[in-house]
């Protein structure tokens, strides 16, 4: 048999291999915006580091809490306003519908111990119907 002769193909290497990069300058962004907190005016319990540095329980004091201002609602005289989260009816009591409802007050400790019926204050019912 003949023999065959090896012959492998000859690559040249090449040793080096330059890449080269652009580098941008960084810019620096400053604002002048600075966000800053009203300072506390009485002390409330709050997480924050201690003199060594640990974090714990500590005081701040808070923000002064703004008091709403009290609606008027005129009720007629012997009527409850109750909130219902559903549809309900009751034999000698009529019915409330999901919402609020205004009620006889004779009825109102009957309808008060179904479950989802509450006593509707008298701002909820304000908002509810301005």
Known sequence: MAEKENKSIETPIVDDVV???V????????????IVAPAPTKEVP???FDKDGVMGSTTTKAEKVKKEEVVKVDM????VALYSTRNLYADG??????GYNIVPKKYS???????????ATPTEVAEAFA
């Open 19 to 21: 890449v080269e990069t």
């Open 23 to 34: 580098a941008e300058p960084v810019v620096e962004v400053v604002e002048d915006k600075v």
């Open 46 to 48: 709050t997480l924050g």
């Open 76 to 79: 007629p005289v012997g009527k």
């Open 93 to 98: 009591y009529g019915k409330i519908n999901v």
């Open 109 to 119: 400790d009957f309808w008060l111990t179904q479950r989802g019926v509450r006593l």
